[in-house]
């Protein structure tokens, strides 16, 4: 069974960076694209990031484009979000997944942006 798990949040305060990662177990991570979500309490899950399997072209929700980026290393079977500029507004739990396979979710990683 495939596994996910995230890692790298933590409190911040606003104007800051974090580096999230997600190493994903299984043999077929580099044939498919990656994606970043998030969840705010008592909002519903969003799509924040996209990577194709190759890397080459990405994409972003309005509310973090410029600010966040996000990459993978197909070699290590993960995949990174870069964060800067943090605002408030992404205090959230944030996940990893394959936007097209039917997998579980993992645990996430707290990410709190907060003076």
């Known amino acids: 069974q495939v596994q996910l798990v995230e890692s790298g949040g933590g409190l911040v305060q606003p104007g800051g960076s974090l580096r999230l990662s997600c190493a994903a177990s299984g043999s077929l991570f580099s044939t498919y694209s990656m994606a970043w979500y998030r969840q705010a309490p008592g909002k519903q899950r969003e799509l924040v990031a996209s990577i194709f399997s190759g890397g080459a072209f990405t994409d972003y929700a309005d509310s973090v484009k410029g600010r966040f980026t996000i990459s993978r290393d197909n070699a290590k079977n993960t995949v990174y979000l870069q964060m800067n500029s943090l605002k408030p507004e992404d205090t959230a739990v944030y996940y990893c997944?394959?936007?097209?396979?039917?997998?579980?979710w993992g645990q996430g990683t707290q990410v709190t942006v907060s003076s």
């Open positions: 997944n394959y936007p097209r396979r039917a997998i579980p």
